[in-house]
């Protein structure tokens, strides 16, 4: 096959199929050849033996001979097809294959070797025509075809072979140039393509890093702000400035927790939020200053949010667990928090509650009046979602639940 690949064209198939033929020609041909061989020399003719025989060791020889480069083991094969064609042509004529193989000749040149060498087999089979025509006239070979215009006749004959030739010299040429070209367009393309792919890769590896790099930035400045608020709530000796200053700093917080997540996970259009969720509520029971022990139940489904909803989804979960914190254990020592997250089809539901002492109608109609629930309900209307926050029925605590669609954008 040489050092062709598939991408260089016509000439990696013309090699292909030369090899192909080399592989079945040793079988083939010593099947043929035996059964002819026998048969010439029942009809007493030594010298068409003898050539059944040496065409017998020259298959063999261009089959099996490692010693002979591609191009050798191709002008050798055409070599052996015409000392057929001239061997068929001298003993059988016009009855014989030799103008089969004359033909078949000029077809092969085409087929394995370049176009030039099917132009040359042209020439080689009009002298060995005319060769013929000439021993014909001589009377060196029989030709019992006719009594007169022996010579005219086998010209007449000779001609269609030759002319099949010529149709294939002009013609076969076309068919490959058109798949020659194909294929180079072929090659252009799928270099392109590539070049394409490589060039979207780095720019959309480029465009991450840049996102990634912003995310860090806005985790950082985040992180920065509620430091300075959290520096300045205990600086203030006003308890409602002061928890004021707390809530804020838990709200910034809770933003910077999302950014730290997408910078971490390297997808910046979506995020684990069940995975979040925890990080976030143990951030808030860090941040916030109280001495109860809060015991945490989770019962969370796997579930991913776009940025533009868990973004809001993260500051509810801190109104929720800081109202928890601050009103839901007054003179206890601990609690119980529990948080369900599920997803059915496309749709969340989320759930807080509590176990604490509850609130009252009065409280919860004060409680609707703070900046805490004005935020929840304009997050839930943001993510197009609904919301309730009430007094359990079961036992005694307080229940959030809060339901909406994915984003997909």
């Known amino acids: 096959m040489g050092d062709f690949t598939r991408m260089d064209g016509l000439q990696y198939w013309?090699?292909?199929?030369?090899?192909?033929?080399?592989?079945?020609?040793?079988?083939?041909?010593?099947?043929?050849?035996?059964?002819?061989?026998?048969?010439v020399y029942s009809l007493s003719l030594p010298a068409l033996t003898t050539s059944y025989f040496l065409f017998g060791v020259a298959i063999s020889l261009i089959s099996l001979y490692g010693g002979f480069e591609l191009n050798q083991r191709k002008y050798l094969f055409l070599t052996l097809i015409y000392t057929v064609a001239t061997v068929l042509i001298f003993f059988m004529g016009e009855h014989g294959a030799g103008l089969t193989y004359l033909f078949g000749a000029t077809i092969f040149a085409l087929l394995i070797l370049p176009?030039?060498?099917?132009?040359?087999?042209?020439?080689?089979?009009?002298?060995?025509?005319?060769?013929?025509?000439?021993?014909?006239?001589?009377?060196?070979?029989?030709?019992?075809?006719?009594e007169s215009y022996e010579v005219a006749s086998?010209?007449?004959?000779?001609?269609?072979?030759?002319?099949?030739?010529?149709?294939?010299?002009?013609?076969?040429p076309m068919l490959f140039r058109g798949l020659q070209e194909t294929i180079e367009s072929q090659q252009n393309l799928k270099h392109?393509?590539?070049?394409?792919?490589?060039?979207?890769?780095?720019?959309?590896?480029?465009?991450?890093?840049?996102?990634?790099?912003?995310?860090?930035?806005?985790?950082?400045?985040?992180?920065?702000?509620?430091?300075?608020?959290?520096?300045?709530?205990?600086?203030e000796s006003d308890k409602e400035i002061q928890e004021k200053l707390l809530n804020s700093t838990l709200r910034v917080k809770s933003m910077a927790n999302i950014h730290e997540q997408l910078y971490q996970s390297k997808n910046f259009s979506r995020m684990e939020f069940d995975q979040g969720l925890k990080k976030l509520v143990e951030t808030i029971l860090d941040t916030m200053n109280h001495s109860k022990e809060i015991n945490l139940n989770y019962d969370l489904d796997p579930v991913q949010l776009t940025i533009s909803q868990a973004v809001p989804c993260s500051l509810i979960v801190n109104e929720?667990?800081?109202?928890?914190?601050?009103?839901?254990?007054?003179?206890?020592?601990?609690?119980?928090?529990?948080i369900?997250?599920?997803?059915?089809?496309?749709?969340?539901?989320m759930a807080i509650s509590d176990d604490g002492v509850g609130i009252s109608e009065a409280d919860f109609r004060k409680e609707n009046e703070s900046i805490g629930i004005e935020l929840i309900q304009t997050?839930?209307?943001?993510?197009?979602?609904?919301?309730?926050?009430?007094?359990?029925?079961?036992?005694?605590?307080?229940?959030?639940?809060?339901?909406?669609?994915?984003?997909?954008?």
């Open 192 to 235: 392109n393509l590539i070049q394409h792919q490589h060039e979207l890769e780095e720019s959309l590896e480029e465009k991450e890093t840049l996102l990634a790099e912003i995310h860090h930035r806005v985790k950082n400045n985040l992180a920065v702000i509620s430091g300075m608020l959290h520096i300045q709530s205990f600086k």
């Open 115 to 146: 176009i030039k060498a099917g132009v040359l087999t042209i020439y080689i089979n009009v002298a060995v025509c005319l060769i013929h025509a000439g021993l014909i006239h001589y009377q060196m070979v029989d030709y019992p075809l006719r």
């Open 14 to 39: 013309r090699n292909r199929l030369f090899a192909s033929i080399v592989v079945y020609l040793f079988p083939l041909g010593i099947l043929i050849l035996i059964p002819s061989a026998f048969v």
């Open 379 to 409: 997050l839930t209307k943001q993510i197009n979602g609904t919301y309730t926050y009430k007094p359990r029925h079961d036992k005694k605590g307080t229940e959030f639940t809060i339901q909406f669609s994915l984003n997909d954008n």
């Open 154 to 172: 086998w010209l007449a004959i000779s001609a269609n072979s030759i002319l099949l030739s010529i149709v294939s010299v002009i013609f076969l």
């Open 320 to 338: 929720v667990i800081t109202n928890c914190l601050k009103h839901g254990f007054p003179n206890r020592e601990s609690g119980m928090i529990d």
């Open 340 to 349: 369900d997250l599920q997803k059915k089809d496309s749709e969340i539901f």
